[in-house]
């Protein structure tokens, strides 16, 4: 069983910009991981992934504006979100092979 934390959301103006950590209890390295948003009353969406060797990718509505990292000394996976819009307002949940956080929740007034 693989443990995964996703802090750092907030309420946060449009145009403003946030920082999302998912830390894992068990070693990240070698692993893909991925970020994902659900918003009310939306299916769950996949945002950025990045591999093992730090290859990154990204949904179409947030590419140049959000960037995934990782520091697998820490294991942990960033989500760094710049230029945030009101529909990037969701639950923000990461996933590590079957596994997934709570969730952060992410609110962006306009």
């Known amino acids: 069983q693989v443990q995964l934390v996703e802090s750092g959301g907030g309420l946060v103006k449009a145009g403003g910009s946030l920082r999302l950590s998912c830390v894992a209890s068990?070693?990240?390295?070698?692993?893909?991981v991925g970020w994902y948003r659900q918003a009310p009353g939306k299916e769950r969406e996949w945002v950025a992934v990045i591999t093992g060797g730090g290859a990154t990718n990204y949904e179409d509505s947030v590419k140049g504006r959000f960037t995934i990292s990782r520091d697998n000394t820490k294991n942990t996976v960033f989500l760094q979100m710049d230029s945030l819009k009101p529909e990037d307002t969701a639950v923000y949940l990461c996933?590590?092979?079957?596994?997934w956080g709570q969730g952060t929740q992410v609110t962006v007034s306009s």
């Open positions: 996933k590590m092979r079957q596994f």
């Open positions: 068990d070693h990240i390295i070698n692993n893909l």
